[in-house]
């Protein structure tokens, strides 16, 4: 029986295949019907397919900081939830500060992850990445709810 650990750690171990651009470690933790949500209206943004993430993944990678440190803050989880704080750090190849703060929502079934949406500031990137995934032309805004459990106006 998968525990709460056993879901954080397939989270964690996601994030740094990420870090490390090991493609295949990413493929072994990725569901193939997995959901990816990116949040605002950069070309890159809304909900993707594993293969539409992974395009993205391999545009921006080449244009990281190297190095690049990211740093884990909280990391709570519930059932098949697991959500991860982080932040980060470093210089890109024309001396651009790359410091963003980042939330991941993950859904972990079976030791693979099911559901995956990042959350960070796009104007950073924007401002930190001339690429066509944070500057070509947006899709506009999707929403990132796959579940409503109440909503609030106000009058």
């Known amino acids: 029986m998968e525990t709460i650990a056993d879901r954080k750690g397939v989270a964690l171990a996601w994030l740094r295949a990420c870090l490390a651009v090991d493609e295949e470690r990413l493929l072994e933790l990725t569901h193939e019907d997995c959901a990816f949500f990116l949040i605002g209206d950069l070309p890159g943004s809304g909900w993707k397919t594993r293969e539409e993430w992974l395009a993205g993944w391999r545009d921006v990678v080449p244009v990281l900081p ?40 993950f859904r972990v079934q079976d030791g693979k992850v099911r559901e995956f949406k990042e959350y960070f500031d796009t104007l950073h990137v924007f401002d930190t990445f001339a690429i066509e995934t944070v500057r070509g032309a947006g899709g506009g805004r999707q929403s990132n709810l796959r579940e409503i459990a109440e909503t609030y106006t106000r009058a």
């Open 66 to 105: 190297r190095p690049l440190e990211i740093t884990v803050g909280a990391v709570t989880a519930e059932g098949d939830r697991v959500a991860v704080e982080a932040e980060t750090r470093g210089t890109t190849a024309d001396g651009k500060t790359y410091n963003n703060q980042y939330h991941f929502f």
